[in-house]
């Protein structure tokens, strides 16, 4: 199941996706963070949609694979302070969340 | 759940064509039955099916009596038609569509929002100001879009009984029945009467035409989540007849005999509605809607000696496609109208049949940063049989600049050709001689109407006690480049239809406060001012018929649901409306009218989800206008006059009702 799933994404990766769909989990409690994540996953050139959803955590994506990846995005949410799929924010941009979005950390 | 979820959205994507920003207001099943997003870019107000049960009664028209940005009032003292106003502009300045398709215009204007029976409707969405461009060029004060019961989401069986004190009937009848996952219909039969002749002012006429409307609508839609696709198909079957005048009259012996005076008004209506979308599976973002509608709208009518008649034959089609530039926050609808009318008109015999066609194109650009900013920015050019080529521009701006609180700016321009006969029938009810300019040529002879209107407006949301409240205000301002005014002033024996030579505006001021006080306890109230200034042929003088000020409230009051659904609710309006402008009369009047104040209230019981029982009062403290009809005792005279109207006729009204669904 596992190795078909990563066949899949290999196969699609080597297609280039124009409008591929992603969902990854990115950690947050509020509506404010849910303005963060999403504007933070908007401005990586390539993100042409960005949803999150305050209750399952969830980020669906659609994103040009011509431009951009999901570990770029990732990894700009991190850089804004949220844990997003295995990339983790640093401590200090954790710190800087507004006191209402410190969302609990998974170890 | 996934595929409930993309046919959910798919539905959103379609009943919202392309004006995501303007109109996207997601209906949810809250308790609030008047929503205004503050994240919505548009003066946008959201009114659910809850808030239109509040009315007594049941049409559109008769739906805005609990809303502040829409004023009713009577039109004349004998067809007993609402008209509406928004910004202190009557409805033809207004774009009134049935799911983004224009529904009352030309011919239907007088009477076309009783056409839409209450129950039909899942909601309405009322946007002051410029509006979207996507639907057309014509609208200057405001939009008005119902959405009515979806197929695919309606229950299987509604029935709706209605009776009030002033002899009228009402049932409506709603079957439903899902055919497979895809397809679904829903027959709506509506059916409303007035036998018992009523004369309550003993002016020995009808204070309530008599009549009858039997209203028919047949729905299917298709929904097709996992292709995308989506269609509605409408038929429509209307069939109204009224007749009013002296109690005594009888059309079979009385008609043109000039002895006892008398009207009818018959009118017949067919639609044929389709609308098809799609949304690409792979890109949610991108969406391309078509809708045609086909429409046939017959009114016969005479009033005394005044024969009227109209027939529109109309065309109206709309292809949009919408997108994104990059990402969702820059997204755009762009696409064609085409519109035919054919109009075959007649005014006392005289032939003042024509057709007008246009065909146009449109591009809105909406940016939303996601936060606190959001633009919406149309532009449309039209080519018109009539109204020449011309481009429409309109922009809405929304930024919330701290915590819950919005201030919206909007702009734009409409154009229009008045139907100023089928528009402003209130002239049929007298006998004022009716005069149109020197100028005479063509249909009317007259100029397009040009309006440019500009918005501001402040919305907070807070809590007092820990209860939420919110408070705001807006101002605009309707300025007419050109404008075919009504002269009610000239003479008391006439009325004129004049293109514009001098200045005329609307300046509007609203003040909101809404609160919670207690649970289950909200509180709603409105205070506005009209400064309305036209240069009339032969003085400047305000706007006749038009409150300066009003003053709204609406206190509504429910019970705990219990388990079984079991509910109480109260409802009780109070309406204050200032003196107003009177026209020039043949019989002299006071130059003002007084203000005067009526209350409306509602008590309903929900026995369970399937039974609701309601009973309620109009016009509780019995306001009624003294002499609604100038010259009553001779009708056939130079001084009758009907169409002088500021405040109710008919007194107190009760009135009893009952819902019953099966779900």
């Given amino acids: 199941m596992l190795v078909a799933l990563f066949g899949m994404a290999a196969n699609a990766q080597e297609k280039k996706n124009r409008n591929a769909?992603?969902?990854?989990?990115?950690?947050?409690?509020?509506?404010?963070?849910?303005?963060?994540?999403?504007?933070?996953?908007?401005?990586?050139?390539?993100?042409?949609?960005?949803?999150?959803?305050?209750?399952?955590?969830?980020?669906?994506?659609?994103?040009?694979?011509?431009?951009?990846?999901?570990?770029?995005?990732?990894?700009?949410?991190?850089?804004?302070g949220h844990d997003a799929g295995d990339k983790k924010a640093t401590a200090s941009d954790y710190e800087n969340l507004h006191s209402c979005c410190k969302y609990d950390r998974k170890p | 759940m996934r595929l409930l979820l993309s046919a959910l959205l798919l539905m959103v994507a379609l009943s919202l064509s392309a004006q995501d920003t303007l109109q996207t207001v997601k209906v949810q099943s809250n308790s609030r039955s008047l929503k205004k997003s503050l994240s919505v870019t548009a003066n946008t107000?959201?009114?659910?099916?809850?808030?239109?049960?509040?009315?007594?009664?049941?049409?559109?028209?008769?739906?805005?009596?609990?809303?502040?940005?829409?004023?009713?009032?009577?039109?004349?003292?004998?067809?007993?038609?609402?008209?509406?106003?928004?910004?202190?502009l009557t409805s033809p300045y207004l774009m009134i569509t049935e799911e983004n398709i224009p529904s009352v215009r030309g011919a239907s204007q007088a009477y076309g929002l009783t056409f839409t029976p209450g129950t039909w409707i899942e909601s309405i969405q009322i946007t002051k100001g410029a509006g979207s461009v996507v639907n057309g060029y014509e609208s200057i004060s405001g939009q008005i879009n119902t959405e009515l019961l979806k197929p695919a989401n309606d229950i299987p069986f509604f029935l709706n009984v209605y009776g009030s004190t002033d002899a009228r009937f009402e049932i409506n009848t709603h079957l439903n029945h899902k055919l497979s996952d895809k397809w679904a219909t829903s027959l709506f039969v509506h059916g409303n009467s007035r036998l018992v002749k009523n004369d309550m002012n003993d002016d020995g006429f009808l204070d309530n035409p008599i009549g009858n409307q039997i209203n028919v609508m047949n729905r299917w839609q298709y929904t097709n989540a996992?292709?995308?696709?989506?269609?509605?198909?409408?038929?429509?079957?209307?069939?109204?007849?009224?007749?009013?005048?002296?109690?005594?009259?009888?059309?079979?012996?009385?008609k043109f005999n000039g002895q006892i005076w008398g009207s009818?008004?018959?009118?017949?209506?067919?639609?044929?509605?389709?609308?098809?979308?799609?949304?690409?599976?792979?890109?949610?973002?991108?969406?391309?809607?078509?809708?045609?509608a086909l429409t046939y709208h017959d009114q016969d009518s005479y009033f005394g000696f005044r024969?009227?008649?109209?027939?529109?034959?109309?065309?109206?089609?709309?292809?949009?496609?919408?997108?994104?530039?990059?990402?969702?926050?820059?997204?755009?609808?762009?696409?064609?109208?085409?519109?035919?009318?054919?109009?075959?008109?007649?005014?006392?015999?005289?032939?003042?049949?024509?057709?007008?066609?246009?065909?146009?194109?449109?591009?809105?650009?909406?940016?939303?940063?996601?936060?606190?900013?959001?633009?919406?920015?149309?532009?449309?050019?039209?080519?018109?049989?009539?109204?020449?080529?011309?481009?429409?521009?309109?922009?809405?701006?929304?930024?919330?600049?701290?915590?819950?609180?919005?201030?919206?700016?909007?702009?734009?321009?409409?154009?229009?050709?008045?139907?100023?006969f089928a528009e402003n029938q209130q002239i049929f009810a007298g006998n004022r001689a009716i005069d149109w300019g020197a100028g005479f040529k063509g249909p009317y002879g007259m100029k397009p109407e040009i309006a440019w209107n500009y918005g501001l407006s402040f919305n907070q949301k807070f809590f007092?006690?820990?209860?939420?409240?919110?408070?705001?205000?807006?101002?605009?301002?309707?300025?007419?480049?050109?404008?075919?005014?009504?002269?009610?002033?000239?003479?008391?024996?006439?009325?004129?239809?004049?293109?514009?030579?001098?200045?005329?505006?609307?300046?509007?001021?609203?003040?909101?406060?809404?609160?919670?006080?207690?649970?289950?306890?909200n509180l709603r109230s409105a205070y506005k001012y009209y400064d309305t200034f036209t240069e009339y042929s032969l003085e400047s003088a305000e706007r006749p018929l038009t409150p300066r000020h009003r003053f709204f409230t609406n206190l509504e009051y429910a019970t705990h649901i219990l388990e079984k659904g079991q509910r109480w609710k109260f409802d009780a309006t109070w309406n204050w409306t200032g003196t107003q402008s009177l026209p020039n009369t043949a019989i002299a009047i006071p130059e003002r009218s007084p203000a005067f104040s009526v209350v409306n209230a509602q008590v309903t019981r929900t026995f369970s989800s399937v039974l609701e029982v309601y009973v309620g009062g109009e016009n509780l403290t019995n306001y009624k206008q003294k002499n609604p009809i100038l010259g009553a005792d001779d009708p056939f005279g130079q001084n009758f006059d009907a169409s002088v109207v500021y405040a109710p006729i008919f007194g107190q009204m009760f009135y009893a009702g009952l819902r019953f669904k099966i779900k």
Avoid at chain 1, 63 to 72: A, G, I, P, Q, W
Avoid at chain 2, 46 to 53: A, D, I
Avoid at chain 2, 272 to 283: E, N, S
Avoid at chain 2, 500 to 509: C, E, F, H, M, Q
């Fill in chain 1, 21 to 80: 769909k992603y969902s990854t989990e990115v950690n947050g409690n509020c509506d404010q963070c849910k303005k963060r994540i999403e504007k933070a996953a908007l401005s990586v050139p390539g993100v042409k949609s960005a949803v999150w959803d305050m209750e399952t955590r969830q980020l669906s994506l659609i994103v040009n694979e011509e431009k951009t990846s999901l570990e770029s995005v990732e990894n700009a949410i991190a850089k804004v």
């Fill in chain 2, 45 to 88: 107000t959201v009114m659910t099916s809850k808030e239109l049960l509040k009315a007594a009664c049941c049409n559109l028209a008769e739906s805005f009596e609990t809303n502040p940005s829409i004023d009713v009032n009577f039109s004349d003292a004998l067809t007993g038609t609402k008209q509406v106003r928004m910004l202190g």
């Fill in chain 2, 226 to 254: 996992e292709k995308g696709w989506v269609g509605f198909v409408n038929f429509r079957f209307m069939n109204d007849e009224k007749q009013t005048g002296e109690i005594d009259y009888l059309p079979s012996r009385d």
């Fill in chain 2, 264 to 292: 009818e008004i018959n009118t017949k209506r067919y639609d044929l509605a389709t609308k098809i979308g799609y949304v690409f599976p792979d890109m949610p973002f991108q969406s391309i809607g078509f809708q045609n």
């Fill in chain 2, 307 to 420: 024969r009227y008649d109209i027939a529109q034959t109309s065309y109206y089609s709309n292809l949009i496609f919408s997108s994104i530039i990059s990402n969702t926050m820059h997204k755009f609808a762009t696409g064609l109208n085409f519109a035919y009318d054919n109009y075959q008109e007649s005014v006392f015999g005289a032939d003042l049949g024509r057709a007008d066609n246009s065909i146009g194109g449109f591009f809105e650009y909406t940016y939303d940063n996601t936060d606190n900013f959001s633009l919406v920015a149309g532009i449309r050019a039209d080519n018109h049989n009539r109204l020449g080529a011309f481009i429409t521009p309109r922009l809405h701006m929304r930024y919330n600049p701290w915590k819950d609180a919005a201030i919206r700016l909007s702009g734009g321009r409409g154009k229009r050709a008045a139907n100023i």
């Fill in chain 2, 464 to 521: 007092i006690f820990g209860k939420p409240a919110d408070a705001g205000f807006d101002l605009y301002r309707t300025d007419f480049q050109n404008q075919v005014y009504v002269d009610w002033y000239a003479s008391g024996n006439a009325v004129g239809f004049y293109n514009l030579t001098g200045k005329s505006y609307v300046n509007s001021v609203q003040v909101d406060f809404n609160y919670e006080v207690v649970k289950h306890l």
